[in-house]
């Protein structure tokens, strides 16, 4: 079975622009720090969203309660990998301003939809066929969501982020070692197995390992590699966050306004600790309820669309 799990970088860096945006918050160069993404905006009118009556008794969230957007990110890179230059990550990030909270949901980039004007296929695909404008349609209409906002990032170019942050910390088999050994070259090779320091080179290509262990054994992986660097900003101070700054946000594609939500990082950077004790990372459709399907010889990621919208009920709008 191909991976279904989206790579790190996604789910580093979301945590990192979250960190960066707290900590920009009280500073009145932030709209200069944030110009430097690149900002691409998407017709709002065609994003496939269904317009449904509020209910009476459930109260519209306001703007400054709750942040939506889409993360869309492939490694360019990655030689070894068909699909690399299509959305081959696809995380909605919800960040919850009312109970403190940033929920993480991955959507398999082999997922079986129907895409707008091109049939059923895999999700990754709309990328390819329409970039941001028809990925975040085909989520919508096929989901039922809202969405209007995202961010694509090219996350080969933030192997220097990593070194910046002094690298990962993580514990390896020997299986693990000789993996990233082959992959990296004379002077990046890891002596032996154990808890070990990994720099951007190295992670990059744990990251990568699909081969030893399974699709959970992966994921497992990506979230150690996600702890680690929690951990290692956490112990920074503010100037050499704000020195790693542009390193990551040139590495991004948006059509946010992350001005509009300085009030929300103000607050976000006084309960900074409660935010990040309340991740929820979750993968929909879940493994709980997908099967593997096999058309034409090509692989496809199957699941019970009910089941789908129900986690999405709870994960994205938070019924």
């Known amino acids: 079975m191909r991976e279904k799990q989206g790579k790190i970088w996604i789910v580093l860096l979301i945590i990192l ?32 969203i269904e317009v449904v009556e509020e209910e009476p008794e459930k109260p519209k969230v306001q703007v400054d309660d709750k942040i939506k957007f889409v993360i869309f990110g492939s490694d360019s890179r990655d030689t070894e990998d068909s699909y690399a230059g299509r959305s081959d990550t696809i995380i909605i990030v919800v960040i919850n301003n009312v109970d403190k ?21 895999k999700i990754n695909h709309a990328y390819a066929y329409g970039q941001e404008q028809l990925s975040i349609k085909t989520i ?35 299986d693990e070692v000789n993996f990233i050994n082959q992959r990296v070259s004379a002077e990046n090779q890891i002596a032996g197995a154990g808890t070990v ?27 150690a590699i996600l702890v680690s660097l929690i951990n290692k900003m956490a112990k920074m101070d503010v100037n050499e966050i704000l020195d ?9 594609t948006t059509n946010m306004d992350i001005n509009k939500y300085r009030d929300m990082f103000i607050e976000v950077a006084s309960d900074r600790q409660e935010y990040l004790n309340n991740i929820n990372s979750v993968q929909i459709p879940s493994t709980e309820y997908g ?3 096999m058309l034409d010889g090509i692989y496809y ?17 938070g019924e």
């Open 244 to 252: 790693i700054s542009d390193d990551i946000l040139v590495n991004i």
């Open 197 to 223: 320091t990994l720099n951007g080179t190295q992670a990059l290509a744990h990251s990568r390992n699909r081969y030893v262990g399974n699709d959970f054994t992966r994921a497992s992986r990506q979230r």
């Open 17 to 48: 622009v979250i960190i960066i945006g707290c900590i920009l918050a009280g500073y009145l160069f932030i709209k200069s720090k944030f110009d430097k993404m690149t900002y691409k905006p998407l017709d709002e009118a065609d994003l496939g």
């Open 301 to 317: 990621f199957g699941f019970d669309l009910d089941r789908a919208k129900q986690d999405f009920r709870t994960y994205y709008y």
């Open 101 to 121: 909270s940033i929920n993480l949901i991955s959507i398999p980039r082999d997922t079986y939809v129907n895409v707008p004007d091109y049939g059923m296929t």
């Open 291 to 293: 099967y593997d399907l």
């Open 140 to 174: 919508n209409s096929y989901f039922g969501l809202d969405l209007t906002q995202y961010m694509t990032i090219d996350f080969s170019g933030l192997v220097n982020s990593i070194d910046r942050v002094g690298g990962v910390e993580l514990t390896l088999d020997q």
